[in-house]
């Protein structure tokens, strides 16, 4: 007789409502179990609610207390864990498909159908796809259930690191689709450069070589004053209308995506590796930015931008120009006698350039690049630690002021552009900026001092934040420079003048990479209008937005690769129990991140390794210090002997521990 009972019901309902509610993160465990983590507390998921949830749901619950003991009972769905996903095909005993999700702590089966044009028939067992949720228990009352919208891989392909990485970001793995041909599109006279000596100095095997280099000694009455430095930027807006296809898939990728073993560009291969790319020996259309300093390497007079036709004399590698001027034995010498002449003067040129960037902005902190060498199936061969030589920082420092001329010109004449800013520190983060360099620097003399020095408005100065990286330059090891990093903002595009707190300038705007990043075909297409008396059209809100997220993909895309490689390399060797040196990265309850210093793996190394009673650890987050019974045992910046004990390729996670 209670049965479909209103009356009934709404008393339940109220029932319900009268208890408490809170909202949280759904935390499986590897038990069939889970955690709502809500902002003050955890609370206990039975098994069978846990059914109806996936890892990471956001949910509204209501607290029930049994046996003296709360647990959480699964109310209503806020935000789904999953919506579009990676996955691997999978079929059950009945041949039924299913799809298991591509994430560390999901590992439940989800019921799936295909999405035309995909088959059923087509896939098969451990096959890459992206998929869609389609059904959730909490929202649709019924079970989980997925359909397959996209073929990525079979799972055996030996290229699926790069194909399934590029598919969950949504980026394309096909190059900016060309035209049948290619009409110059400029009008205005250029400047006929070529008979000058520039010369290229790039990787050996790069064929998108967008900047070329020619300088010469300024003097007067026979005594050298200081330097002109002429940089040509090959010019692909000379080719490519506004209103083109290639155009929109430009401002869509916004850069060339760089790849272990290979790259996807952002413009068709014939512009960027053919037409534009300047080639040794062929006339090509540039932008062109004549640069005069003293011999301090101060710039000396405002830079003259021009539109011209230019001729490398010598494409140039890096490995070679650095062997010859670190006079390295049996080292490659220069074939003619200009070449060499350009190659001792840029190195001059670019040591007074270090030295001025040192005194009156920052350097950059010498860290080695990581790079990946292939077989031709994709498995990692080797993976060399690249430091910064000498050619590769002459290259460094004629794009660094090539990018500060080209800031004060767009400021100057077009009044706006596409500027690299970086504001510094978070501005909430000052008070305890000044307190942190006060615990690390001072002392009962100096305190005064340096309590105005650190000052948050001091910081907050583009000076006053020079300052302090210099004073904490000389200080041996990474844990400041570590910790400090914390407490930063991040870097941003703006379309006026800014300071970059992180390169110490008052001004940077980079045009020197058009092949490769749109913000520089548009700050080209600016500075073009300039010496055309064109009007200027300011960059809008939308381009910024899509540059900041396309530069934030772009990085995720690079990283998961890498760790999938190096999940894949390091496994093949774990028999070996390898040992490495590592410096600490990250300190958290659950243990170290520790970079490997030889490859640039990060291994972690969990807290019940590093001491078995958790109850005696303690996490200092403001040193991001780890502390066993009251005692500093690690900290950021601290390095450390690691032995590999574990690679679990499916996560891409690689663990070890400290000896």
Known sequence: MFQNNPLLSQLKQQIRESKPHV??????????????ECEKKSYFIPPMAMKKLMHGDKIKAVIETINDKEQA????????????????????????????????????????????????????????????????????????????????????????????????????????????????????????LT??????????????????????????NGTQTGWKLIVAIADPTAYIALDSQIEQDAKQRCFTNYLPGFNIPMLPRELSDELCSLVANETRPALVCYIETDLTGNISAKPVFVSAFVQSKGKLAYNNVSNYLEQQPNAWQPEHP??????????????????????????????????????????????????????????????????????????????????????????????????????????????????????????????GYCQMRHDIEPIAGDYLELRLRRFLTFAEFKAELAPHFGLGLTGYATWTSPIRKYSD???????????????????????????????????????????????????DKLALSPEFEGEIQDVSRGGLRVLLLENGASVF???????????????????????????????????????????????????GHII
């Not at 030996?158 to 194909?163: C, G, K, L, N, S």
């Not at 790039?202 to 967008?210: A, H, I, L, R």
């Not at 004060?408 to 706006?416: F, G, I, P, Q, R």
């Not at 690690?634 to 499916?650: A, S």
């Open 338 to 463: 200009d070449t060499q002449q350009q190659i001792d003067w840029l190195h001059q040129f670019t040591l007074a350039r270090i030295q001025w960037r040192k005194t009156h902005s920052l350097l950059f902190k010498e860290k080695p690049d990581y790079t990946f060498l292939l077989e031709d199936n994709g498995k990692v061969k080797e993976i060399k630690a690249e430091h910064r030589r000498i050619a590769n920082q002459i290259v460094e420092e004629s794009m660094i002021i090539a990018n500060i001329c080209a800031a004060l010109y767009l400021d100057e004449h077009a009044h706006c552009g596409i500027f690299n800013t970086h504001a510094g520190f978070d501005k909430k983060n000052l008070p305890a900026v000044q307190q942190f360099l006060l615990n690390q620097l001072a002392n009962d003399e100096n305190r005064e001092a340096l309590t105005e020095r650190y000052s948050p408005e001091n910081l907050s100065t583009l000076a």
């Open 73 to 192: 009972e699964p109310d209503a769905l806020i935000e789904a864990m999953l919506d579009r996903f990676i996955a691997k095909v999978r079929f059950n005993k009945e041949g039924k498909l299913q799809v298991i999700v591509d994430h560390p702590n999901i590992n439940q089966p989800i019921g799936a159908n295909c999405a035309n044009p995909i088959k059923k028939e087509q896939l098969k067992e451990g096959d890459w796809v992206v998929a869609r949720l389609k059904t959730h228990p909490l929202r649709d009352d019924r079970f989980f259930f997925a359909q397959i919208e996209q073929f990525i891989c079979a799972a055996n392909d030996d290229f699926a690191p790069w194909w399934v990485t590029l598919a969950r970001h949504e980026q394309s793995r096909y190059p900016v689709e060309g035209q049948d041909h290619y009409e110059m599109l400029d009008q205005q006279t250029r400047e006929d």
């Open 195 to 220: 008979a000058l000596h520039f010369v290229t100095i790039d990787s050996e095997t790069t064929k998108d070589m967008d900047d070329a280099l020619y300088i010469e000694p300024i003097t007067n």
């Open 521 to 571: 075909m548009v700050n080209h297409r600016l500075i073009k209008a300039c010496l055309t008396q064109q009007p200027c059209q300011k960059p809008n809100e939308p381009i910024l937005a899509r540059l900041q997220e396309a530069r934030k993909q772009n990085r995720l895309v690079e990283r998961d690769i890498a760790d999938w490689l190096y999940a894949l390399y390091l496994q």
């Open 23 to 36: 909202e949280g993160v759904v935390k499986a465990s590897d038990k069939a179990y889970g955690f709502l």
């Open 605 to 655: 190394v969990p807290a019940s390794s590093l001491h078995n009673n958790k109850e005696e650890i303690t996490i200092n987050s403001d040193e991001l210090a780890f502390y066993i019974k009251g005692e500093r045992a690690y900290k950021i910046g601290d390095i450390v002997k690691i032995k590999l004990t574990e690679v679990k390729v499916e996560t891409r996670s690689i663990i």
